[in-house]
Nanobody
Framework: QVHLVESGGGLVQAGGSLRLSCAAS????????MGWYRQAPGKQRELVAA???????NYADSVKGRFTISRDNTKNTVYLQMNSLKPEDTAVYYC???????????????WGQGTQVTVSS
């Protein structure tokens, strides 16, 4: 089994910063893309940022220049540094990873349990 455990959410004032972490554990042979999604009340889940195993990144337009995604492949961990936070960034943030459990196993998508980020105005 594979587990993704997120940490780092919380309440912050507009203009502040938070750093989210997500560690993958369990039966892991390789991890392809890792990313962060968010879902605000009444809205669909959306991609915030993603990073490949080689370090290529992709960001939603709404967070470009404010958020930075990174990963530590030795720790199977992905991070999201969020700066200049805005009230519209308020959402539950979910970690996602494409993980292969064994050398011949197919890859599968895994999700964390979500962590709340609230930005007050």
């Amino acid at each position: 089994q594979v587990h993704l455990v997120e940490s780092g959410g919380g309440l912050v004032q507009a203009g502040g910063s938070l750093r989210l972490s997500c560690a993958a554990s369990g039966s892991i042979f390789s991890i392809a893309s890792m990313g962060w999604y968010r879902q605000a009340p009444g809205k669909q889940r959306e991609l915030v940022a993603a990073i490949t195993s080689g370090g290529s990144t992709n960001y939603a337009d709404s967070v470009k220049g404010r958020f930075t995604i990174s990963r530590d492949n030795t720790k199977n961990t992905v991070y999201l540094q969020m700066n200049s936070l805005k009230p519209e960034d308020t959402a539950v943030y979910y970690c996602n990873a494409g993980i292969q459990a064994g050398p011949v196993a197919p890859g599968a998508d895994y999700w964390g349990q979500g962590t709340q980020v609230t930005v007050s105005s």
